[in-house]
């Protein structure tokens, strides 16, 4: 706990596995990659189903990563096995299984604070975690006897279960017509039309809609939850309400906004976190990198450019 790394990176996803491989090229050896999940890439091996399609262009934003990492269309499965082996190739120590409680800057370096008090310390930190790492939850309340048939992800799915789907993007689409081929599926969307997906997701679910695979509840939202047998009965604005054996929620995620505080980071707005053109903070060598600096999230691709645009890597080489 008393070396002191060059760089310090919090959150192991896209972002922070750029900020990383690119250091270890420009030069800069001693750099930390720490992770509160069990694994490198939480959210790509949490919220992503199995096989789906990984695209560099994500939603045609145009993307040329400024770095020496290549990125290309593939998979879950092919972009992991990527980022495993960028991790082999290069010497970067992780710390997994480590939350961070806190950043803080002491006679010019800096402290990495984790839930089970122990510290690391920097030269430069760079936090790198992503939204989808605090899923957004709905305003209504969701009564505790059936919290355990409430998703955020494909976990705990049976087949043959009885599922509501709710959201409008590209996760709630593929969740959807992922599980119609075993279950009866639901897409619940409070707009009456799609606006977010991809033309190929889209056109999947007007097809499961249309051969009747999937059912399709459009410009309707939901008032609230309850318990009817021990099952979730939803209600919903137009007046219907309707038992279903469990609910998953994909509306997105909201920026870690206290840990943020925590760390001495102001942000622009209620959620995008306010850096220079290098992606530095307001506090000198305390960079952010990912979709919490940007408008709009979920592309990997903007987040490695970002972590590999950052002037990071010459500031602790000219340090």
């Known amino acids: 706990m008393d070396k002191m790394y060059d760089i310090a990176i919090i959150g192991a996803g896209p972002a922070g596995i750029g900020t990383a491989i690119e250091s270890y090229i420009f030069g800069i050896k001693d750099i930390l990659l720490i992770e509160k999940a069990n694994n490198h ?44 082996q960028l991790l082999d190739k290069h010497k970067v120590t992780t710390a997994f299984n480590t939350e961070v409680e806190r950043v803080e800057k002491k006679e010019g370096l800096f402290e990495i604070i984790t839930t089970n008090n122990k510290t690391f310390k920097a030269r430069n930190v760079v936090i790198a975690i992503g939204k989808m790492g605090k899923p957004n939850k709905p305003s209504y309340k969701i009564p505790p006897s059936i919290k355990q048939f409430v998703n955020f992800n494909l976990d705990k799915c049976s087949k043959g279960e009885k599922i509501l789907v709710v959201g409008g993007g590209n996760s709630a689409a593929e969740y959807a017509y992922f599980l119609a081929d075993t279950n009866d599926v639901t897409l619940n969307y ?113 987040a490695k450019h970002i972590a590999q645009k950052s002037k990071t890597q010459e500031s602790v080489g000219q340090g």
Not at 53 to 78: H, L, N, P, S, Y
Not at 274 to 298: F, H, S
Request: hydrophobic letters at 30%.
């Open 190 to 302: 409070r707009r009456d039309k799609f606006t977010r997906l991809n033309p190929e997701n889209l056109a999947i679910i007007q097809e499961y809609a249309k051969d009747g695979k999937l059912r399709l509840k459009l410009g309707v939202d939901i008032t609230s939850l309850e318990s009817e047998h021990g099952k979730p009965k939803v209600h919903f604005s137009d007046g219907t309400s309707e038992v279903y054996d469990r609910i998953i929620y994909a509306i997105g995620g909201t920026t870690p906004t206290e840990f943020l505080k925590k760390c001495g980071i102001e942000l622009q707005g209620k959620s995008k976190v306010e850096v220079d053109e290098n992606y530095q903070t307001k506090t000198p060598g305390l960079y952010a990198a990912g979709d919490i600096v940007t408008e709009t999230g979920g592309s990997i691709a903007i």
């Open 41 to 84: 890439s939480a959210t790509i091996r949490t919220f992503y189903k199995d096989n789906k399609r990984v695209d560099k262009d994500w939603m045609g934003q145009k993307v040329e990563c400024a770095g020496r990492i290549t990125f290309m269309d593939g998979t879950k499965e092919t972009t992991l096995d990527l980022f495993d």
